[in-house]
């Protein structure tokens, strides 16, 4: 606690730069995942190639990572680029398996009918695909977020600064106090965007709500 | 007034779904498609709305080709209802019903507005309204459907099983009532289903389609009974089943109706 | 590019792979040290997640397990157990089975958990003993997932292997952490590559196991429904 109460400034401030390379990251992954996504559910031709690259790269350990792409890329190992970049990557990788799996999850009734009255294509994926999709989709974009928020700590070891500096400095300065503050603000961030998560698809998708609803009441009829 | 001429479908892998058919339907008229599952009749209907297109063939709708029309631009000129009212689980009842007036373009409050007018049309109270589907029976689900398609006031409606999801009793009251909405309307129905009664109760005319997709017969329901084209259709429609084979006997001063194995059905009205 | 030439070169020298701090010394650290995690985690959480599955009591756990695992950060609790067991070898490998116990427990769970209750039911109903039901109709069928379970688990390992080189003398890991302290590109790189490919190639071989596993000729293919009528 007395660690704490002497730190709470630099703590805030790792919170802010851990923020600063997750919230980059999440967006990026899901806005590459989605597309990707539906084509491996929708077209035919591209769900293995999809699949398995997906599949490699989450095969793929993300130290090394850290270490190759700005090789590759040309930038400087211990930029925010090259963090945002490897945790795309991961993201991604988790995300697009979700995105499959939640336009699979919209009922083929629904999707046979929206075309039977009239939706042009595009209006049917907008209309009545993307918004079916939510639920799963939204189980998968919060694996991605927890998954991301404990996986940039990594990057502090090679000198890119999050929440997992505490980790670092806190072992090799001894500082027992130090690693534990680290992992417990690491982990209630977790839950906190977490929750963001889950309140925002209730707001999203009332109808499963009232779905909930009915199968309740349904035990009483 | 709809069209079919010379229709085939064939698939792929071979399969025949529809072989040379040729019907027409009348405007303002209610005819059924009836035929067992797998006889493709859910692909004839499918062909009007261009959901299916006919491997050779024209369908044509008062004299126009669909397959020169806009497939989107004519599916939201055509009310359509599905098994089971095929409802957007995602919308509430009004928002559904709203669909096809907005999708062509009305502001929501016109379209709301219209929604409710055929939610009374089609017998549900307005309080159902903001109701997702998951909360409603499966009759009010029916009906939902019908009003959905008629929210767009088109000429044309097809309807797919459209009863097929109901328990019996709820469905002989949504026939009940779809009779009377069609002598106030005046659609033009395409109707499938694989229940020979429902087609019966409904159909101006019925048309009745053998296993490989081949038209076995069409005529009005009197004609079907009493002239059956051949043996399938005579097995198809019942004739020799002792369902169909009427008895008049007189118990407790009343003229009683049976079935041929002597069950009763009903009195004589004379 | 002169980097990734560098790299190379460092990879394919001889001096490169022989002594104490040698790539042939490092690989097989890193191999033994991933074999024993998921061996010691593997003796632990299938059981417990085959027994979960099988009688449906306990299935919180799983995901309350799943769920922690993923918000954890690995290098976080690494440095917590280095600090507290010192600099050996135990502290990342309480770590790493703690992490990958998991995906095994998981992968067990959803297996026996996926056989048709029907099946199960039919076993009981001809007389057999609930181990036997376990040993003779839920583990053949789980098996697939149960594997799954397994890879997931061991590629994880193989990736938070690299990290419990912070903080012990331990596997490839090496390479990256003296690397970064002393500037030495080639070897950060090229370790980093050699890292990159054993993990595809375990991954690789796990999905060649898979492959074979899943040909077995008394699982019935799948067939797809024809949607026209």
């Not at chain 1, 500096?165 to 130090?178: H, K, N, P």
């Not at chain 2, 029309?69 to 089971?84: C, E, F, H, K, T």
């Not at chain 3, 890193?30 to 024993?36: A, E, I, R, S």
């Given at each position: 606690m007395r660690w704490l109460s002497q730190n709470w400034e630099t703590l805030l401030q790792l919170t802010a730069s851990h923020l600063a390379l997750v919230l980059p990251s999440v967006v990026l992954s899901f806005l590459i995942a989605v597309p990707i996504g539906w084509a491996a559910q929708r077209r035919r031709w591209a769900r293995d190639p999809a699949l398995t690259l997906v599949g490699i790269l989450y095969a793929i350990p993300s130290l090394p990572l850290f270490v190759l792409i700005p090789v590759m890329f040309g930038?400087?190992?211990?930029?925010a680029a090259n963090a945002i970049i490897v945790l795309t990557v991961y993201g991604t990788a988790i995300m697009v398996r979700s995105a499959a799996d939640a336009f699979a999850s919209v009922p083929e009734d629904a999707r046979l009918s929206a075309a039977a009255i009239g939706h042009s294509s595009w209006q049917r994926l907008w209309m009545v695909e993307l918004p079916l999709a939510i639920p799963v989709m939204v189980a998968g974009l919060r694996v991605l977020v927890v998954s991301t928020i404990s996986m940039v700590t990594v990057a502090s070891v090679i000198?890119?600064?999050?929440?997992g500096t505490l980790f670092t400095d806190g072992f090799q300065r001894g500082i027992v106090a130090e690693v534990v503050a680290g992992l417990v603000v690491t982990v209630l961030l977790a839950l906190v965007l977490d929750g963001g998560c889950i309140l925002m698809a209730r707001l999203l998708t009332p109808w499963t709500v009232s779905q909930r609803r009915v199968r309740g009441a349904s035990a009483w009829t | 007034m709809i069209e079919f001429s010379s229709v085939f479908k064939h698939y792929?892998?071979?399969?025949?779904?529809?072989?040379?058919v040729s019907f027409t339907v009348a405007s303002h008229s209610t005819v059924v498609l009836v035929g067992s599952?797998?006889?493709g009749k859910t692909t004839l209907l499918r062909m009007v709305n261009r959901m299916t297109d006919p491997t050779r063939g024209r369908v044509l709708i008062d004299g126009n080709d669909?397959?020169?029309?806009d497939p989107v631009q004519l599916r939201r000129s055509i009310g359509y209802v599905l098994q089971?009212?095929?409802?957007?689980?995602?919308?509430t009842v009004v928002e559904n019903i709203a669909t096809v007036p907005r999708l062509r373009g009305a502001s929501r409050s016109v379209a709301t507005k219209r929604a409710y007018e055929v939610l009374e049309i089609v017998g549900l109270?307005?309080?159902?309204?903001?109701?997702?589907?998951?909360?409603?029976s499966g009759g009010q689900q029916q009906r939902v459907g019908v009003a959905r398609a008629l929210a767009g006031d088109p000429n044309i409606l097809l309807m797919d099983?459209?009863?097929?999801?109901?328990d019996p009793i709820v469905r002989r009251s949504l026939q009940r009532e779809l009779r009377a909405l069609q002598q106030e309307l005046g659609k033009t129905i395409l109707l499938v289903t694989h229940d020979i009664d429902e087609a019966m109760t409904l159909a101006d005319e019925i048309i009745i389609i053998s296993s490989?997709?081949?038209?076995a017969q069409r005529g009005t329901p009197t004609e079907v009974l009493?002239?059956?084209?051949?043996a399938f259709v005579a097995e198809f429609v019942g004739v020799g089943q002792p369902e169909r084979r009427l008895r008049l006997r007189e118990e407790n001063g009343v003229e009683l109706v049976t079935d041929g194995l002597g069950r009763p059905i009903g009195t004589l009205d004379r | 590019m002169d980097l990734i030439q560098q790299a190379f070169a460092w990879l394919i020298a001889p001096t490169s792979w022989?002594?104490?701090?040698?790539i042939a010394r490092r690989l097989s650290e890193h191999l033994v040290f991933t074999v024993v995690v998921v061996g010691v985690a593997a003796t632990i959480a299938l059981p417990v997640g085959v027994v979960i599955g099988h009688t449906?009591?306990?299935?919180t756990l799983v995901s309350a397990a799943t769920g922690a695992a993923r918000a954890m950060p690995t290098l976080g609790l690494l440095t917590l157990l280095g600090l507290g067991l010192?600099?050996?070898l135990v502290a990342p490998a309480i770590a790493l089975i703690v992490l990958a116990s998991p995906s095994l427990l998981a992968g067990a769970y959803a297996g026996v958990q996926s056989v048709d209750r029907q099946t199960v039911d039919a076993a009981r109903a001809m007389g057999m003993s609930e181990p036997a039901i376990i040993r003779t109709v839920e583990l053949p069928l789980a098996a697939p997932l149960i594997l799954g379970g397994l890879r997931s688990a061991t590629l994880q390992v193989v990736a938070t292997a690299t990290l419990a080189a912070y903080t012990s003398?331990?596997?490839?890991?090496r390479y990256i952490f003296a690397g970064l302290k002393g500037r030495e590109y080639a070897e950060l790189i090229g370790g980093s590559a050699l890292i990159v490919a054993l993990a595809l190639l375990l991954d690789g071989i796990f999905a060649l196991v898979q492959r074979v596993t899943l040909r077995d000729p008394h699982r019935l293919p799948v067939t797809t429904e024809r949607h026209h009528p």
């Amino acid at each position: 606690m007395r660690w704490l109460s002497q730190n709470w400034e630099t703590l805030l401030q790792l919170t802010a730069s851990h923020l600063a390379l997750v919230l980059p990251s999440v967006v990026l992954s899901f806005l590459i995942a989605v597309p990707i996504g539906w084509a491996a559910q929708r077209r035919r031709w591209a769900r293995d190639p999809a699949l398995t690259l997906v599949g490699i790269l989450y095969a793929i350990p993300s130290l090394p990572l850290f270490v190759l792409i700005p090789v590759m890329f040309g930038l400087g190992l211990r930029s925010a680029a090259n963090a945002i970049i490897v945790l795309t990557v991961y993201g991604t990788a988790i995300m697009v398996r979700s995105a499959a799996d939640a336009f699979a999850s919209v009922p083929e009734d629904a999707r046979l009918s929206a075309a039977a009255i009239g939706h042009s294509s595009w209006q049917r994926l907008w209309m009545v695909e993307l918004p079916l999709a939510i639920p799963v989709m939204v189980a998968g974009l919060r694996v991605l977020v927890v998954s991301t928020i404990s996986m940039v700590t990594v990057a502090s070891v090679i000198g890119i600064q999050n929440l997992g500096t505490l980790f670092t400095d806190g072992f090799q300065r001894g500082i027992v106090a130090e690693v534990v503050a680290g992992l417990v603000v690491t982990v209630l961030l977790a839950l906190v965007l977490d929750g963001g998560c889950i309140l925002m698809a209730r707001l999203l998708t009332p109808w499963t709500v009232s779905q909930r609803r009915v199968r309740g009441a349904s035990a009483w009829t | 007034m709809i069209e079919f001429s010379s229709v085939f479908k064939h698939y792929p892998d071979g399969t025949v779904a529809v072989d040379d058919v040729s019907f027409t339907v009348a405007s303002h008229s209610t005819v059924v498609l009836v035929g067992s599952s797998g006889s493709g009749k859910t692909t004839l209907l499918r062909m009007v709305n261009r959901m299916t297109d006919p491997t050779r063939g024209r369908v044509l709708i008062d004299g126009n080709d669909v397959a020169e029309m806009d497939p989107v631009q004519l599916r939201r000129s055509i009310g359509y209802v599905l098994q089971a009212g095929g409802l957007l689980p995602h919308r509430t009842v009004v928002e559904n019903i709203a669909t096809v007036p907005r999708l062509r373009g009305a502001s929501r409050s016109v379209a709301t507005k219209r929604a409710y007018e055929v939610l009374e049309i089609v017998g549900l109270d307005a309080s159902l309204g903001k109701r997702y589907p998951a909360q409603l029976s499966g009759g009010q689900q029916q009906r939902v459907g019908v009003a959905r398609a008629l929210a767009g006031d088109p000429n044309i409606l097809l309807m797919d099983e459209p009863f097929g999801a109901v328990d019996p009793i709820v469905r002989r009251s949504l026939q009940r009532e779809l009779r009377a909405l069609q002598q106030e309307l005046g659609k033009t129905i395409l109707l499938v289903t694989h229940d020979i009664d429902e087609a019966m109760t409904l159909a101006d005319e019925i048309i009745i389609i053998s296993s490989g997709g081949k038209l076995a017969q069409r005529g009005t329901p009197t004609e079907v009974l009493t002239r059956p084209a051949d043996a399938f259709v005579a097995e198809f429609v019942g004739v020799g089943q002792p369902e169909r084979r009427l008895r008049l006997r007189e118990e407790n001063g009343v003229e009683l109706v049976t079935d041929g194995l002597g069950r009763p059905i009903g009195t004589l009205d004379r | 590019m002169d980097l990734i030439q560098q790299a190379f070169a460092w990879l394919i020298a001889p001096t490169s792979w022989i002594g104490d701090s040698g790539i042939a010394r490092r690989l097989s650290e890193h191999l033994v040290f991933t074999v024993v995690v998921v061996g010691v985690a593997a003796t632990i959480a299938l059981p417990v997640g085959v027994v979960i599955g099988h009688t449906r009591r306990g299935t919180t756990l799983v995901s309350a397990a799943t769920g922690a695992a993923r918000a954890m950060p690995t290098l976080g609790l690494l440095t917590l157990l280095g600090l507290g067991l010192g600099i050996g070898l135990v502290a990342p490998a309480i770590a790493l089975i703690v992490l990958a116990s998991p995906s095994l427990l998981a992968g067990a769970y959803a297996g026996v958990q996926s056989v048709d209750r029907q099946t199960v039911d039919a076993a009981r109903a001809m007389g057999m003993s609930e181990p036997a039901i376990i040993r003779t109709v839920e583990l053949p069928l789980a098996a697939p997932l149960i594997l799954g379970g397994l890879r997931s688990a061991t590629l994880q390992v193989v990736a938070t292997a690299t990290l419990a080189a912070y903080t012990s003398n331990t596997g490839l890991g090496r390479y990256i952490f003296a690397g970064l302290k002393g500037r030495e590109y080639a070897e950060l790189i090229g370790g980093s590559a050699l890292i990159v490919a054993l993990a595809l190639l375990l991954d690789g071989i796990f999905a060649l196991v898979q492959r074979v596993t899943l040909r077995d000729p008394h699982r019935l293919p799948v067939t797809t429904e024809r949607h026209h009528p």
